[in-house]
């Protein structure tokens, strides 16, 4: 008699909830091992350096102890000389310890409906095409666009949330919404 085992993998549960401050430290070890130091460097991080995300759209997922074990964050950029109001979303981490589990995905698809619910007619986003494919972003709309420095050009992405948002877009993104020292001088 042949007996039959059913292994049933029970995946850890996460929770997309809101950044706080206090994630601030885990979300930069986050970045730093999913990433490494070259991820300050890149082209996307001129628009992000200075500026808070766009309001309500930074994101973490929690694990069952609380960890931050995933990170995404979507900033207000203008779109080249129309100044058309857009987001840039990124950058999108999950702790190598979890890949494959989900997490980005979820934290994707969360990101995408909070944008579409507050009304964000655009998202943008540099990467890889296959990935973001099966979010609805490509690189479809973006052939008139460009980023401000080194970039390739076939990974700048991007998803209309509002049909016709992107037509006529064109020229370099450019950094918008609320700045850091405001936040700080609200907070005093």
Do not use: C
């Not at 100044?83 to 979303?89: I, K, S, V, Y």
């Not at 702790?95 to 909070?114: C, F, Q, T, W, Y």
């Not at 609805?136 to 049909?163: I, N, Q």
């Amino acid at each position: 008699m042949e007996m039959s085992v059913e292994i049933v993998a029970h995946a850890p549960a996460f929770a997309m909830v809101a950044e706080t401050g206090a994630d601030v430290a885990a979300r930069e070890a986050l970045l730093d091992r999913a990433m490494g130091p070259m991820r300050r460097k890149k082209s996307s991080e001129k628009l992000r350096r200075g500026r808070r995300p766009s309001e309500g759209l930074a994101f973490v997922a929690r694990d069952a102890s609380g960890g931050v074990a995933g990170t995404v964050r979507l900033w207000d950029v203008r779109l080249g000389e129309g100044g058309r109001a857009a987001l840039l979303l990124g950058p999108l981490a999950v702790d190598p310890s979890l890949k494959n589990a989900g997490i980005g995905s979820a934290l994707m698809r969360h990101a995408v409906a909070e944008a579409a619910r507050l009304g964000h007619a655009a998202i943008l986003l540099v990467g890889d095409a296959p990935y973001y494919g099966r979010f609805g972003f490509s690189a479809a709309r973006t052939g008139s666009l460009a980023m401000p420095g080194p970039y390739e050009r076939h990974r700048l992405l991007a998803l209309e949330l509002v049909e016709g948002a992107l037509d006529g877009a064109q020229g370099t993104l450019k950094a918008a919404g609320r700045k850091l020292k405001a936040q700080a001088t609200m907070a005093a």
